[in-house]
């Protein structure tokens, strides 16, 4: 790193320190008893810099906020007191009083301290704004590993205690560790199905499940692949789960091609055995789902239609894995 770009670094790490956070005896010790929810977003699109998620010193609001949500929200209950929730909406229009981030309204839209105020959830700040803006030399810096590491000490350092800053660089490990997990379950997944029962043990376990997930809801697009819905909030939450077709515990295997993203109800369905996918990837239904007593509803009305899969057909679920299911459970 050049003199030039050391002081520039030296001045965004003082604005980073300098993040201006409200008091409050709701916070705890973990954030110094102050608002943490700016430098948790910091945090959050920092890692998204680091993913080569961030290609322009532009932030855009108006599309999947599902990945910078994840990150956030990760961070957050690191050192949150449980019950506490958040919105990224919130520290995303208060970080435009900071010098280095600016919001960009929409036509016809002035900010000013009460618009800003006022928003506390992404549909009130989509009505505010189209994103933000942050600074060229910033964006620039964050591009780079090592600045990026300073920044992030510098938030730790000037935001939290001893403890929610070991909290938060866990997760920080964690989150890079899910990347490259992810990535490399992507490469695995154009390659023939093959029984390793030891592939991905290397990592820790919060590691492999949030790669997991990852990798799997992104290849389905956040939709069901039994029941086929699709709902990704204003706020970046999705319904879909990344459920294992033949568990870890029996499996150790995270391939793409033993997964599906399942919704909540689809997913629990499926771990009963009431609901499985056929050699013609067509869904099952359990004789017992429709037993006395039971109302399964719009479950029932799945069997036999296809399942949806992937649009790259090498990630779809693997034969072998779903014939391991519907055996198990007696649904051929």
């Known amino acids: 790193m050049v003199e030039g770009e050391m002081a520039e670094l030296e001045r965004y790490i003082r604005m980073f320190e300098g993040v201006r956070r409200a008091p409050g005896p709701m916070w705890g010790a973990a954030t110094q008893g102050r608002a943490p929810h700016k430098p948790l977003l910091l945090l959050a699109v920092l890692d998204l810099a680091a993913r080569g998620a961030l290609p322009a010193p532009f932030l855009d609001i108006g599309g999947d906020l599902v990945e910078l949500n994840e990150l956030f929200t990760g961070y957050w209950r690191r050192v949150v007191p449980a019950g506490r929730t958040s919105s990224i909406a919130f520290p995303f229009s208060r970080l435009h009083n900071e010098p280095f981030w600016e919001l960009v309204t929409l036509p016809g839209r002035t900010i000013d301290a009460a618009a800003v105020n006022n928003v506390s959830t992404v549909v009130q700040l989509r009505a505010l704004a189209a994103g933000a803006r942050m600074d060229a030399e ?27 800053a070991a909290a938060l660089e866990a997760r920080i490990a964690e989150n890079a560790g899910a990347f490259t997990y992810s990535r490399e379950l992507l490469v695995r997944a154009q390659r023939p199905v093959v029984r390793e029962p ?34 990704v909030t204003p706020e970046g939450r999705t319904a879909v789960d990344a459920a294992h077709i033949v568990p870890w515990a029996e499996s150790h295997d995270d391939d793409i091609r033993n997964g599906m993203a399942l919704c909540k109800l689809c997913h629990w369905a499926f771990d009963e055995g009431q609901l499985g996918v056929g050699g013609d990837y067509t869904v099952l239904a359990a004789r017992t789902i429709g037993a006395a007593a039971n109302v399964p509803g719009f479950l029932l009305t799945l069997a036999g239609r296809g399942i949806i899969p992937p649009a790259d057909r090498a990630l779809w679920p693997a034969q072998e894995n779903l014939g391991r299911h519907w055996h198990r459970f007696g649904l051929n």
């Not at 910033?138 to 929610?164: N, P, S, V, Y």
């Open 138 to 164: 910033l964006h620039l810096l964050m591009q780079g590993a090592e600045a990026r590491a300073a920044l992030r000490a510098a938030l730790l350092a000037a935001h939290f205690d001893a403890a929610g």
């Open 198 to 231: 030891d592939a991905g043990e290397e990592y820790p376990k919060a590691v492999r499940d949030q790669g997991f997930r990852r990798a799997v809801v992104t290849c389905y697009n956040h939709r069901c692949a039994l029941c086929g819905v699709r709902i």
